[in-house]
């Protein structure tokens, strides 16, 4: 990967990547288990627990299992070379006996973040880039909500300041 030209005046903040869609290299996996007797709290530190183990991405989903009781899907992207790992981990921050593996391919855009002084302070901004040129940007949630905090504004009176 190589770093994406950051425009003067803006500092990277985190990884760049090439400009263009890119392949991963490596793959990844999807791993998926159905739970359904389990409290939603624990599947909440499950979540975390796994993206804090490097899972690319983590999400529940809700379904209907046998007998018509609601349940979720927990799925974790991850890295191939982290499969055994956070698969270990789903069988033991859940109360799922199994869990499934599927090979998937993933496409990322170019990415970087820069930080900017507002009347807020510093706040960084994710960017997408493709073919070279920055496509979208948008503040970091985590810097919205320090500063809905701070101030007592919400989060969308800030996010339309910061975008205008």
């Given at each position: ?7 003067a ?108 002084e ?44 910061l975008?205008?």
């Open positions: 990967m190589t770093k994406t030209p950051i425009p005046g803006a500092e990277p903040d985190f990884r760049s990547t090439q400009a263009g869609v890119l392949k991963e290299a490596g793959g990844c996996v999807e791993l998926s288990a159905n739970i359904d007797d389990q409290p939603a709290e624990t599947l909440a530190f499950a979540l975390s627990r796994a993206l804090d183990a490097g899972a690319l991405d983590a999400w529940f989903t809700p379904i209907q299992m046998k007998k018509n009781r609601p349940a979720v899907t927990f799925t974790v992207l991850a890295r191939k070379e982290d499969e055994t790992r956070l698969a270990e981990l789903i069988l033991r921050e859940t109360s799922t006996l199994g869990v499934r593996v599927k090979e998937c391919v993933r496409y990322v855009a170019g990415r970087d973040c820069v930080r900017r507002t009347r807020f302070g510093t706040v960084r901004f994710k960017r997408k880039i493709l073919n070279g040129k920055i496509v979208s940007e948008r503040p970091e949630y985590d810097d919205l909500e320090r500063i809905a905090r701070e101030t007592g504004l919400s989060i969308g009176e800030i996010l339309n300041e975008t205008e």
